[in-house]
């Protein structure tokens, strides 16, 4: 954590920390670069900006759960490919059509459709964050249970992605769960990878865009199979980890 802290530390401090100013470089919001719009940023109510702390601890968050998750998420993803040649093809087939043999870059995400399905039931399947947890604020009646102020409840997501009243043979690899017109018959909390509600994931827009274009790319250029008598054990911690790693045969096309 101290290192973390460090790191980021120097770097708002070689950016510039403390108010933003004109006079420290361009427009902040024409170049993309994600802490000189947080040392921009001012809260709508008071004007304020933030200072060196504040900045910090917003991009550590960034920097965390939005890497971490991702990592986790698309290494339950090259496993399940792995195990499942039909869908493997599928992907490369799209990600060829889609690029026509190009490096994979912006304008090709929204055209890997096959690929998003494969991420989304990956997520169902392996959440890379398993459990969620809300906090009463007020005393609460959820059915039949009264809660206390304060009183949390836990909902777990890995168990939720899998219940069998909610979901076909829920245990099966399907991307085509995700189809957009299946997906769009999907009860809201039945599905619950970035979580739900007014704290849904604030970069869950960002995370699909990102795990698809590193998805396709890996899929570009590597094909991967399972080491036998490997099978990773899912472990809940903050993400879902396998246990002693993902070891996987990587095969550079």
């Known amino acids: 954590i101290a290192a973390l802290r460090g790191a980021v530390h120097a770097m708002v401090r070689e950016k510039g920390s403390g108010p933003f100013s004109a006079e420290k470089g361009p427009d902040p919001f024409s170049q993309g670069d994600l802490m000189?719009?947080?040392?921009?940023?001012?809260?709508?109510?008071?004007?304020?900006?933030?200072?060196?702390r504040q900045l910090v601890d917003n991009l550590l968050t960034f920097?965390?759960?939005?890497?971490?998750?991702?990592?986790?998420?698309?290494?339950?993803?090259?496993?399940?490919?792995?195990?499942?040649?039909?869908?493997?093809?599928?992907?490369?087939?799209?990600?060829?059509?889609?690029?026509?043999?190009a490096p994979l870059s912006a304008e090709h995400v929204e055209g890997l459709v096959q690929v998003r399905q494969v991420l989304k039931e990956s997520m169902r399947l392996y959440p890379p964050v398993p459990m969620m947890g809300r906090q009463a604020v007020t005393p609460t009646r959820l059915g039949a249970h009264e809660l206390a102020r304060g009183a949390t409840v836990m909902m777990p997501?890995?168990?939720?992605?899998?219940?069998?009243?909610?979901w076909p043979d829920p245990d099966a690899f399907?991307?085509?769960?995700?189809?957009?017109?299946?997906?769009?018959?999907?009860?809201?909390?039945?599905?619950?990878?970035?979580?739900?509600?007014?704290?849904?994931?604030?970069?869950?827009?960002?995370?699909?865009?990102?795990?698809?274009?590193?998805?396709?790319?890996?899929?570009?250029?590597?094909?991967?199979?399972?080491?036998?008598?490997?099978?990773?054990?899912?472990?809940?911690?903050?993400?879902?980890?396998?246990?002693?790693?993902?070891?996987?045969?990587?095969?550079?096309?």
């Open 63 to 101: 920097y965390l759960a939005g890497h971490e998750t991702t990592a986790r998420a698309l290494a339950w993803t090259l496993y399940l490919l792995a195990r499942s040649p039909e869908w493997a093809a599928r992907l490369e087939e799209e990600v060829a059509t889609v690029t026509r043999g």
């Open 174 to 253: 399907d991307p085509a769960r995700f189809a957009p017109e299946r997906e769009a018959a999907l009860e809201r909390y039945q599905y619950l990878p970035f979580g739900a509600g007014p704290r849904i994931c604030i970069g869950m827009a960002f995370a699909m865009l990102e795990a698809t274009a590193i998805l396709a790319t890996l899929v570009q250029h590597a094909r991967f199979a399972p080491l036998e008598g490997r099978e990773p054990y899912p472990l809940a911690r903050v993400t879902l980890v396998p246990r002693g790693g993902m070891p996987l045969r990587v095969t550079l096309k």
């Open 157 to 166: 997501i890995y168990a939720i992605h899998r219940h069998a009243r909610r």
């Open 36 to 52: 000189r719009r947080l040392m921009a940023a001012r809260d709508p109510e008071t004007g304020r900006q933030m200072d060196e």
